[in-house]
């Protein structure tokens, strides 16, 4: 029966289209969780948000998640190159987004353990700072936002990586192949490799074949085909007619136009 080549699997087990399919569903679904998120202004929800300046800036970018989880879905689905690397483009750019974000966390939080006895804490107020500086839990929050960066950098890390890979291997245009056996497994195409069919080609044959092909198409443009009032003959002066002069034909074809239906009309076609 006829198959895609086999791309590989991603998280150990799951075939390599279905996951990058399925990253691309759950990119839509956080694209939708960060909207609500925006529209509730709940900071709470917030992916850190210590550092005022840049608090929205992370659920703000994952609002577009909606519309490039949609693009990768159909992008995978309709197997659309530019739309998967679309999609991917916008893993990376969530992944360096969280990455400035969490640095300017870090930035905002140095100064947390004095926050409450500083005048700053009066001009310039942070609710989110306030509270846990007012409970003397900094050195812990530190901690604890540090390792959910960490877990967090990996797994956005990780549906990029696969999103890309499979870009890269999908460039190589791996072909549809007829399997018989459920053991005969198609080799899988790298970017070293590549897709053999890739070197099959033998481009001073394909030029060549282009070359006759135009030929072939001048003459058939040239000749009767199409022509449901033809007579006898072929066109005065086509390539046709000229060919059939330099095989040893005896005269043009024009001159012989007198057999059949009144011979060759000018500008009219043959058989």
Not at 250 to 266: H, I
Request: aromatic content about 14%; overall charge neutral.
């Amino acid at each position: 029966m006829p198959i895609q080549k086999d791309l590989g699997k991603c998280c150990f087990c799951v075939p390599l289209r279905l996951g990058v399919l399925a990253l691309c569903v759950i990119t839509f679904c956080h694209g939708v969780l960060c909207t609500l998120i925006v529209f509730n202004q709940d900071s709470r929800l917030l992916p850190g948000g210590y550092n005022p300046a840049t608090r929205w800036f992370g659920v703000t970018l994952g609002c577009f998640g909606q519309v490039f989880g949609l693009v990768g879905i159909l992008g995978v689905m309709d197997t659309k190159l530019s739309w998967i690397k679309a999609y991917n483009y916008f893993q990376w750019s969530k992944l360096f987004m969280g990455i400035f974000v969490f640095l300017m966390d870090m930035y905002a939080l140095r100064g947390c353990g004095a926050y409450v006895f500083t005048i700053h804490s009066q001009v310039a107020y942070n609710n989110v700072m306030d509270t846990i500086s007012g409970k003397f839990v900094c050195e812990w929050t530190k901690n604890a936002y540090m390792m959910g960066f960490v877990i967090d950098f990996f797994l956005q890390y990780y549906m990029a990586w696969i999103g890309q890979c499979y870009c890269g291997l999908m460039e190589q245009t791996p072909a549809c192949l007829i399997k018989f056996e459920d053991y005969d497994e198609p080799t899988i195409p790298t970017g070293t490799v590549g897709e053999p069919a890739n070197y099959f080609i033998d481009a001073e044959a394909q030029r060549e074949y282009t070359r006759l092909r135009n030929d072939l198409e001048n003459k058939l443009n040239t000749s009767s085909m199409g022509d449901h009032q033809h007579v006898k003959g072929m066109v005065s002066g086509s390539m046709a007619e000229v060919e059939y002069a330099n095989a040893g034909g005896k005269g043009s074809m024009a001159a012989r136009g007198a057999e059949g239906r009144g011979g060759v009309r000018p500008g009219s076609y043959g058989t």
